[in-house]
């Protein structure tokens, strides 16, 4: 699921190598912190958050075979 973000996000952005990715597990819940360069923080979120929903979708649609719940933040 990771990786799955990462390579979402590398692919939005100008700057890939500060794309960072880190995870927190509580209980049924995992939860992932995506950091980018300042500068690419509206492409990641994209107009209205579209972006953003978008990428929490696909991430939720895959946690679904894990059987687990899965936030994604952006920070």
Known sequence: MKELIELIAKA???HPDQVR???QVKENT???????APDDMG???GKQGRVAKAL???VGSA???AD???VVEIV
Do not use: N, W
């Open 12 to 14: 939005l952005v100008d």
């Open 21 to 23: 990715v880190t995870e």
């Open 30 to 36: 995992i939860v992932y912190q995506l950091s980018v």
């Open 43 to 45: 492409k990641v979120i």
């Open 56 to 58: 929490r979708t696909v």
């Open 63 to 65: 946690a679904v075979k």
């Open 68 to 70: 687990k719940r899965v």
